[in-house]
């Protein structure tokens, strides 16, 4: 019998904005599983023909607008569509009343407001069975995520600065997804912006020993630079480099 494959659906793999070709960042996991929520991610989460009843779970990295630009509008999605059962909110300190308070200030109908939303405020750390996190360095205060499913995982790092400490979340994964904004001419910047380089994203993967390695969270300034990102990330890992697309998906 086939071993169950893992698949990942990126609904925004852009930066801080959203642009023609590329949404903020979110991440789809089976079908079920979000990891993050930005901008013009719902309107993707439509094009790859997921509903949004089809979710159990979201789990938010850190509470930036990239990150969470969508959450409002895909919580009013799904009291619209008459959701029943409990939708599960995971995040650093305070999500749930990030949420809270973006439903207020969005006028939100008392009506939609009846959606069961269940929180867990997360410190890093947690070994939840199918989630694990850990605290990188980035403020507001990041959880990095490793997911396993069906005998397969995968690590998000979300936003961060280069963390020696992520290569043992992310042990043994089939696949890394990293924050890779800046290239190696720009680590003055990636640190002072708490973000990685493509080449520190590659010493994570080869310390982790993953066999899939995606940089992520590509800026508008860097269009262009593609093959430049893989290339010094390739300095560091000997494994497969990937820079996805909105709306690609990987099966493994």
């Not at 609904?11 to 013009?40: H, K, N, Q």
């Not at 680590?187 to 708490?194: C, D, Q, W, Y």
Request: proline letters at 3%.
């Amino acid at each position: 019998m086939e071993a169950k494959r893992l698949k990942v659906t990126f609904l925004g793999s852009g930066g801080y904005v959203v642009t023609a070709d590329r949404s903020c960042p979110s991440i789809l996991v089976d079908g079920v599983l979000l990891l993050d929520c930005g901008f013009g991610s719902l309107k993707n989460l439509r094009a790859a023909g997921v509903s949004v009843g089809a979710l159990k779970r979201l789990l938010i990295t850190h509470h930036h607008a990239d990150h969470v630009g969508d959450l409002v509008g895909l919580l009013w999605a799904m009291a619209v569509e008459g959701r029943g059962e409990p939708f599960e909110i995971l995040g650093p300190e305070g999500t749930d009343k990030l949420t809270l308070s973006l439903l207020e200030a969005m006028n939100t109908p008392p009506e939609y407001t009846m959606l069961k939303i269940t929180f867990r405020n997360l410190s890093g750390g947690e070994d939840l069975g199918e989630v694990k996190t850990l605290k990188t360095i980035h403020k507001p205060v990041n959880l990095a995520y490793r997911v396993e499913r069906g005998g397969k995982s995968l690590c998000y790092s979300g936003d961060t600065a280069y963390f020696e400490p992520l290569a043992a979340l992310a042990k043994g994964c089939n696949l890394l997804i990293h924050d890779a904004v800046f290239l190696e001419e720009q680590k003055e910047l990636a640190a002072l912006t708490n973000h990685s380089t493509a080449r520190e994203a590659g010493k994570i993967a080869e310390a982790a020993g993953v066999e899939k390695l995606v940089l992520f969270h590509i800026l508008p300034f860097n269009r262009g630079f593609e093959r430049e990102f893989v290339r010094q990330a390739g300095r560091e890992f000997s494994g497969e480099i990937l820079i996805v697309k909105d709306l690609e998906t990987l099966e493994f």
